[in-house]
């Protein structure tokens, strides 16, 4: 259920301090039922912070991956997560293995690391609000 990111809204975003990007991925991604990685011949793409901790980066949307798809990384190519898939499955797997969320990398800045306990919290909460 992608939208469309224009060129103001992703100019606007990428300019967002990274705690205001946390936000906005969460609200995104609950009301869109998804999120992306990038995805390379050698699996999902990885970041390693300073202390050696395994980071899997997230974006809300293609464009944002994809503008991140440089470097090390530059040939991978975005692909979605379905939101369910990641709660159901891919969380409790990060968690077991020790993993942190880099969420919302930008070109220029590493975005916000949090554990997947946080996450998932904070996702559920954003969820609850489109139930009925």
Known sequence: ?????NDQEFESVLSLPAPRRYEY??????????LWGLHGDGGWVMAEDDDGTMHFP????????????????????PRRIDIDEWVEGWLPD????????????????????????????????ELSLFEL
């Open 58 to 77: 997230i974006w809300p949307h293609r464009r944002f991956a994809e503008a991140c798809a440089a470097g090390p990384w530059e040939d991978a190519a």
């Open 94 to 125: 990060l968690i077991s293995d020790r993993f942190r969320i880099a969420v919302f990398q930008t070109p220029q800045d590493q975005g916000v690391g949090v554990s997947p306990q946080r996450f998932k919290h904070d996702l559920e909460e």
């Open 1 to 5: 259920m992608t939208w469309d990111v």
């Open 25 to 34: 991925l969460i609200k995104r991604s609950a009301g869109h039922g998804e």
